[in-house]
């Protein structure tokens, strides 16, 4: 269908390296959210976009972590130097409207990211 | 950002109703009340969502206390493919993030 597409659904990498998780969005959805799930927690919010300006940031647990959207669409969530406690997995929702707008946010099903 | 308290878990029969509880004492007047729930190895789904006064859509219903300080999520016949974690959300009108809780862990016996 044409939900939100999230790539890869799983990544291994070990601890120090870099990944890249790509986030996309339902076509025409000004709204993007990344939110981190840890195993057997509820989502916590990470960061959010509305079109390609990044409104909140506040949630990034560090200075590793770093998302874009450069042409308000397709999203990434970079994190360098991964850790341990990086591992989680990552969900990625989009909304139709402006990001303050009580429309409902449409979720992936997530890029589980283990570091070994 | 206002908290919300839900039981950690129930059970249901299929074909019966459902009544999930959410308590929010902390409530602002501007904060939405919000439920997502979330299947094994799947994204949250929204469910439904509302301000003061009773909602209903095709998945479930939605009671809001006169004082807005609780609320409860109907479903109106379980099924098993209702078993899913349901999280009850303050969404604050000034701000775009969700933030979920613990959630309720709803079992549905056959």
Redesign the interface.
């Known amino acids: 269908g044409a939900g939100v597409s999230q790539s890869p659904r799983y990544k291994v990498a070990k601890r120090g390296q870099d990944v890249a998780l790509r986030c996309d969005p339902i076509s025409g959805h000004v709204s993007l959210f990344w939110y981190q799930q840890a195993l057997g927690q509820g989502p916590e919010f990470l960061t959010y976009f509305q079109n390609e300006a990044q409104l909140d940031k506040s949630g990034l647990p560090s200075d590793r972590f770093f998302a874009e959207r450069p042409e308000g669409s397709v999203s990434t969530l970079k994190i360098q130097r991964t850790q341990q406690e990086d591992s989680a997995v990552y969900l990625c929702a989009s909304s139709i409207g402006a990001a303050y707008s009580n429309q409902p946010q449409h979720f992936g099903d997530g890029t589980r990211l283990s570091i070994l | 950002d206002a908290k919300t308290t839900q039981p950690n878990s129930m059970e249901s029969n299929e074909e019966e109703p459902v009544h999930l509880p959410c308590n929010h004492s902390t409530i602002s007047g501007t904060d ?1 009340i ?1 439920w997502y729930r979330q299947l094994p ?6 469910v439904i ?1 509302g301000l003061t006064s009773n909602v209903n859509n095709r998945m479930a219903s939605l009671a809001i206390a006169e004082d807005r300080k609780s609320s409860t999520l109907i479903l109106h016949r379980a099924t098993l493919r209702d078993a899913a ?1 349901y ?1 009850c959300i303050l ?1 604050a ?11 309720t862990t709803l079992q549905v016996k056959p």
């Open positions: 939405y919000h190895s799947q994204g949250p789904e929204y969502h974690v999280y969404r009108g000034n701000t775009g993030k969700l933030i979920f809780g613990q959630g």
